[in-house]
């Protein structure tokens, strides 16, 4: 009876549980809304540097974050302390991820009028350091395995796609409304700062601190590890676990087309379909609603068919939905319904996406644990963004070729180029013959999981 009791005690709880490990997401997407409008605008139009160098500053920010990842996942499946595996990783990271982010959007605290190369060599350091205690996630990410059993991490994605859907709109939002009139403030001049800058940037470091530091004081201690995990025999183990390799490049070739839809569906709308300031809103406000929406309709529906049915469905109905992007090339007055029936339909396989991504890998942590014994939630965790950001930067690469190619026009407005509409097909491409690759090698529904 005490043992029953004790069980489902955890269970009873698991929706408190949930929202308290859902919250960083809210401090994390605020962070990176901030810290991606630095790269894009502030550094250039802001700051005066060139777009070429900024780009060399992203990259090895990516190469920087691919390997952090990896490792601090892995450090954290080996030492177990009186917090426990993940905590003290968490304690560390979490100040450097604040202070980096500072240094990296206000330089004019610590510096006045810098040379063009001084500063370049300043967004290259904090971006690198910026990207490598953004590993402070892996670590974090590694409790969905080891402190939610298989049921209940549907909800648990969902949930955290939740606080960080809420994070990611209050940026879109006080971007268009706030953040546009910023570079101009600065005029190139870094010790000119303007309040509104400086005070979010604050802000938005608190708020991520404390939601990490929230977390760490109220998160269970999970499990500690059984001996110390040896690297090279782990690698050696995902090596071999066929499935896990199988979903890590399944998920490297959906970013192929995830990359351009995250990048271009927006500027599709403002491009070729000439949305005004309000019809944009209208569009990001359609693009968050339906995300929040379809996150619980996904839940439903892979609870009652399976993760890997619902993976199929959604790489079959975004790559028809993003078929549509060739819709743009109709002259008409108004396209503003064609949009916000095309931003629903990718809201909707985002929503998806982003559920089902969010449980794979501890689920697969704990398939690999019911074999060996041994947790390592941390490395499943942390290993695929090595491969995920390979796949990135080969997406970014197609990305600039397409947007290379000849103008073009609808009749409504500016030309732009052909890769704005083809886009769209191109990404379907990609979908498609991962659905393909999908149903044939990868298995995401475990024999383990029908005892719960």
Same mark, same amino acid.
């Given at each position: 009876m005490n043992e029953t009791s004790q069980n489902e005690a955890p269970r009873r709880n698991a929706t408190k549980l949930m929202n308290l490990f859902g919250l960083p997401r809210l401090g994390a997407a605020l962070l990176l809304g901030i810290q991606g409008f630095a790269l894009l605008h502030l550094y250039t139009n802001g700051y005066g540097l060139d777009a070429s160098i900024v780009e060399i500053a992203? =990259? +090895?920010?990516?190469?920087?974050?691919? *390997? $952090?990842?990896?490792?601090?996942?892995?450090? $954290?499946?080996?030492?177990?302390?009186?917090?426990g595996r993940r905590k003290p990783y968490v304690i560390i990271l979490a100040p450097?991820?604040?202070?980096?982010?500072?240094?990296?959007?206000?330089?004019?605290?610590?510096?006045? &009028?810098? #040379?063009?190369? =001084?500063?370049?060599?300043?967004?290259?350091?904090?971006?690198?350091?910026f990207e490598v205690a953004y590993a402070v996630t892996t670590p974090y990410g590694a409790w969905m395995a080891e402190l939610f059993t298989v049921d209940e991490r549907p909800k648990t994605s969902q949930i955290g796609n939740y606080y960080g859907m809420v994070g990611t709109g209050f940026m879109s939002v006080f971007?268009?409304?706030?953040?546009?009139?910023?570079?101009?403030? +600065?005029n190139g001049s870094v010790g000119n700062i303007p309040p509104l800058l400086l005070y979010t940037t604050f802000t938005f470091a608190a708020i991520f601190l404390v939601s990490f530091f929230v977390v760490i004081a109220f998160m269970p201690t999970e499990a500690p590890p059984k001996g110390k995990p040896n690297l090279v025999?782990?690698?050696? &183990?995902?090596?071999?676990?066929?499935?896990? !390799?199988?979903?890590?490049?399944?998920?490297?070739?959906?970013?192929?087309?995830?990359?351009?839809?995250?990048?271009? !569906?927006?500027?599709?709308?403002?491009?070729?379909?000439?949305? &005004?300031?309000?019809?944009?809103?209208?569009?990001?406000?359609?693009?968050?609603?339906?995300?929040?929406?379809?996150?619980?309709?996904w839940r439903l529906i892979i609870v009652k068919k399976g993760k890997k049915w619902g993976l199929l469905t959604l790489f079959l109905a975004a790559a028809a939905i993003l078929c549509c992007s060739?819709? *743009? !090339?109709?002259? $008409?007055?108004? !396209?503003?319904?064609?949009?916000?029936?095309?931003?629903?339909?990718?809201?909707?396989?985002?929503?998806?996406?982003?559920?089902?991504?969010?449980?794979?890998?501890?689920?697969?942590?704990?398939?690999?644990?019911?074999?060996?014994?041994?947790?390592?939630?941390? @490395?499943?965790?942390?290993?695929?963004?090595?491969? +995920?950001?390979?796949?990135?930067?080969?997406?970014?690469?197609?990305?600039?070729?397409? @947007?290379?190619?000849?103008?073009i026009?609808?009749?409504?407005?500016? #030309?732009? #180029?052909?890769?704005?509409?083809?886009?769209?097909? +191109?990404?379907?491409?990609?979908?498609?013959?991962?659905?393909?690759?999908?149903?044939?090698?990868?298995?995401?529904?475990?024999?383990?999981?029908?005892?719960?």
């Amino acid at each position: 009876m005490n043992e029953t009791s004790q069980n489902e005690a955890p269970r009873r709880n698991a929706t408190k549980l949930m929202n308290l490990f859902g919250l960083p997401r809210l401090g994390a997407a605020l962070l990176l809304g901030i810290q991606g409008f630095a790269l894009l605008h502030l550094y250039t139009n802001g700051y005066g540097l060139d777009a070429s160098i900024v780009e060399i500053a992203n =990259t +090895l920010g990516l190469l920087a974050i691919a *390997g $952090s990842q990896f490792l601090f996942g892995w450090i $954290s499946d080996r030492w177990n302390t009186r917090l426990g595996r993940r905590k003290p990783y968490v304690i560390i990271l979490a100040p450097v991820e604040v202070l980096s982010f500072i240094c990296l959007i206000l330089p004019g605290l610590f510096m006045q &009028n810098p #040379s063009k190369p =001084t500063l370049f060599g300043w967004l290259i350091l904090w971006n690198i350091v910026f990207e490598v205690a953004y590993a402070v996630t892996t670590p974090y990410g590694a409790w969905m395995a080891e402190l939610f059993t298989v049921d209940e991490r549907p909800k648990t994605s969902q949930i955290g796609n939740y606080y960080g859907m809420v994070g990611t709109g209050f940026m879109s939002v006080f971007s268009l409304i706030g953040l546009t009139g910023i570079t101009d403030q +600065l005029n190139g001049s870094v010790g000119n700062i303007p309040p509104l800058l400086l005070y979010t940037t604050f802000t938005f470091a608190a708020i991520f601190l404390v939601s990490f530091f929230v977390v760490i004081a109220f998160m269970p201690t999970e499990a500690p590890p059984k001996g110390k995990p040896n690297l090279v025999e782990n690698l050696k &183990n995902i090596y071999h676990n066929k499935n896990y !390799m199988a979903v890590v490049l399944m998920q490297g070739f959906a970013s192929l087309a995830w990359y351009m839809v995250g990048n271009l !569906m927006l500027n599709y709308l403002s491009n070729v379909l000439h949305f &005004n300031t309000l019809e944009y809103i209208i569009a990001g406000a359609t693009l968050l609603i339906g995300i929040f929406l379809f996150l619980y309709m996904w839940r439903l529906i892979i609870v009652k068919k399976g993760k890997k049915w619902g993976l199929l469905t959604l790489f079959l109905a975004a790559a028809a939905i993003l078929c549509c992007s060739l819709f *743009g !090339m109709i002259p $008409s007055s108004s !396209m503003l319904v064609f949009g916000i029936l095309f931003i629903a339909g990718i809201a909707a396989s985002l929503g998806g996406w982003y559920l089902i991504s969010g449980v794979w890998y501890a689920d697969l942590a704990e398939d690999d644990e019911k074999r060996t014994e041994e947790m390592k939630a941390g @490395l499943y965790g942390g290993f695929p963004s090595i491969v +995920l950001n390979l796949f990135q930067a080969l997406s970014a690469f197609i990305l600039s070729l397409m @947007l290379a190619w000849p103008k073009i026009s609808n009749g409504t407005g500016d #030309s732009f #180029s052909a890769g704005y509409v083809w886009w769209g097909p +191109l990404a379907a491409i990609f979908l498609v013959l991962t659905y393909l690759y999908s149903r044939r090698f990868i298995r995401l529904d475990y024999e383990w999981e029908k005892s719960r």
